[in-house]
């Protein structure tokens, strides 16, 4: 049986623009179109509209003068962005760890993305048998589960948008809108939140937002375990921990902003 390791269904033209950019980036001087193309073995005509595109959208230079292209800022501007993911995840991971340890839960570090939505950046699980695995990469609505609360509180929304964002959530034991908005309130007091069941049954979630230098929310730490290992003082014990180990890591992006 044969194998195959590749999507069944690639876009030449994304494939060939990327094999663009990766030229532009490799050299160490501007290059035309005609040596562009001659050198990825690309139609002239294909190359040059694909470097039209790139051009527009930030990611490559055209020199007038010398009709050459270059890696743009644009570029750069994406490298930076994953740069700085991953230096969050260092920075917290420690802090994940230590949350995992201490209540024997998986710690996770979801980072605010476009849509409305947070991906998992990074994760400690306990040593325990019985965990709560979760994939780096994993996508969810920003608004959902204690995350989703903690988020919300430090949104700024009005009601009726979050009531909008809320109607569009999918739960697995759906709460009302009223709790849901008492539970935002909560958050906002005490500086965590907590979903007990309602976003995945028999799983409680206790999440405290990290915030930028402007007091929006930018991620969030969470805390998941197994609802029957926690007791109600556990759980505002885990909350917190989390809690303060956001402010640490909010504290620290504020100053870094000013410095």
Known sequence: MASNTSPEKLVSALMSGLAVLR?????????GVTRIAKDLELNASTCFNLLKTLVHEGLVNFDEATKTYSVGLGLVELANGALEQASYVRMIQPYLQEISSTFQVTATLWHR?????????????NEGAIRVHMNIGQRLP?????????????????????????????????????????DVERARKLGYAVDNGSYAKGVTTVSSAVLDE??????????????????????????EFVKERALKVSRAMRAGAKA
């Open 142 to 182: 920003m608004y959902l589960a204690a995350l989703g609360r903690c988020m919300a509180a430090h949104s700024g929304l009005s009601t009726e948008n979050l009531r909008k964002e809320f109607e569009a959530l999918r739960w697995e034991t759906q709460p009302t809108f009223e709790q849901y908005l008492k």
């Open 113 to 125: 993305t476009r849509g409305n939505r947070v991906v998992l950046l990074g994760r400690a699980d």
């Open 23 to 31: 030229h532009l980036a490799a050299s160490s001087t501007p290059l």
């Open 214 to 239: 402007d007091r929006r929310p930018l991620m969030a730490i969470s805390a998941v375990g197994f609802s029957g290992r926690l007791t109600s003082a556990q759980v505002s014990e885990m909350g």
